[in-house]
């Protein structure tokens, strides 16, 4: 996949197939336009192109808005996944968000990337003040020869895929359901930091996790599988205070996983953590010892779930 990054930088490819959206989380509604445009650019022999925004716009406009699921880098990952060939990143500035609906069909679709056709989910909308519909996309694309159609919602249990649903459910802790809305599993991309060691010294060390910002599950202990170097681990993972050695200079909780059968250096690497299932909440103890004991026992207890997930 290419990733071309700002207006100046994107290449006409005649016939393309397009999307456009933030696509934050890449859940089910999501994934199911990006499909349909790579189905169809496939089906006619053209290239599928995703337009995203970095910020997020509302963030850029001062909106109430908040914090995104995933980062940008995580979102092209999962989009890449979907067998995209071109996701353009716009920069998102209050110059762009000045843009009219006509200037901005203009010189990105139809004179900057030479798009034939366009998909967007039905709650799409674009242009000065983010008033302008598909319809109105539909009707200005139209004089230069660009379709423009409409994908429905997509529903999951009653409720249409949305990424405050997803953000709603991963936040409280209902794995299962965020699941479901996302399509797959509920994963994190994160780089490894240097940490304490201190569960190195218990006999299990552990990956410190920098999210980078990005929406995490309620502090506890999680079954989960580890995406590193085109291989899948298995691994037990907390998220917490540590409350059993905590210090006043813990300002955030700290995600750390132990990863099974791994042993490779890995600082400064990025890690993609996907949730099975939450094994207990986190907890506190009266020393290293019953720590120690009680970490063997939710390895043991993460190997099971993991084992009977398959």
Known sequence: MKIWRGINNIRRL????????????????????????????????ARSVVVTFDP???????????????????????TEELGVDVVVVLSFTKDLARYSPEKFVEKVLAKGLGAREVYVGENFYFGRGGLASARRMKSIAAASSI????????????????????????????????????????????????????ARSLGYPTANINPHHEVIPPMGVYAVRVLYGGRQYGGVLNIGWKPTFFSPRDREPTVEAHIFGFKRKIYGKNLEILFVKKIRDEARFRDMFTLAKQIRRDAAAARQILKSAR
């Open 147 to 198: 379709s423009v159609a409409a994908v429905p919602s997509v529903m999951v249990g009653g409720r249409a895929a949305s990424s405050s649903l997803v953000r709603a459910l991963i936040l409280s802790g209902s794995i299962a359901k965020a699941r479901r809305v996302l399509g797959r599993p509920v994963a994190v991309l994160g780089t490894v930091v240097a940490g304490s060691r201190l």
């Open 14 to 45: 005649d016939g393309a197939v397009a999307t456009i959206g933030v696509f934050d989380g890449v859940h089910m509604g999501h994934r199911a336009v990006i499909k349909k445009v790579v189905d169809r650019a496939r089906s006619i022999g």
């Open 56 to 78: 997020h716009p509302a963030k850029v406009l001062g909106k109430r808005h908040a914090p995104s699921l995933i980062s940008l880098e995580h979102r092209l990952r999962l």
